[in-house]
């Protein structure tokens, strides 16, 4: 059994700063990409940032120049920091990973439970 832990979200200011983290542990063969997602109430889940294994990484237009996401593969686990933050990017964050487990064939994807990133002065 696979688990994602979303931690890091809060209340912050216009211009502020936050630090997601999502760990995954359980019975882990190997992790492929993993990846941060938002969902703004009353939108559609859409994705923020990618981190594949090859160590590349992709962004959503709307976030570039002011989030990044790493990646610490010794434990498991994925982050992303938040600058220059903005109401619109107000959401409940998801991370999402593509995992194979330790006696498994395939890949699934598994996600977090999400954790709430507020923006508001």
């Known amino acids: 059994q696979v688990q994602l832990v979303e931690s890091g979200g809060g209340l912050v200011q216009p211009g502020g700063s936050l630090r997601l983290l999502c760990a995954a542990s359980?019975?882990?063969?190997?992790?492929?990409?993993m990846d941060w997602y938002r969902q703004a109430p009353g939108k559609q889940r859409e994705l923020v940032a990618v981190f594949t294994s090859g160590g590349n990484t992709n962004y959503a237009d709307s976030v570039k120049g002011r989030f990044t996401i790493s990646r610490d593969n010794a434990k498991n686990t994925v982050y992303l920091q938040m600058n220059s933050l903005k109401p619109e990017d107000t959401a409940v964050y998801y991370c999402?990973?593509?995992?194979?487990?330790?006696?498994?064939?395939?890949?699934?994807?598994?996600w977090g439970q999400g954790t709430r990133v507020t923006v508001s002065s």
């Open positions: 999402n990973a593509d995992i194979r487990t330790r006696f498994g064939s395939h890949i699934s994807s598994y």
């Open positions: 359980g019975s882990i063969g190997s992790i492929n990409t």
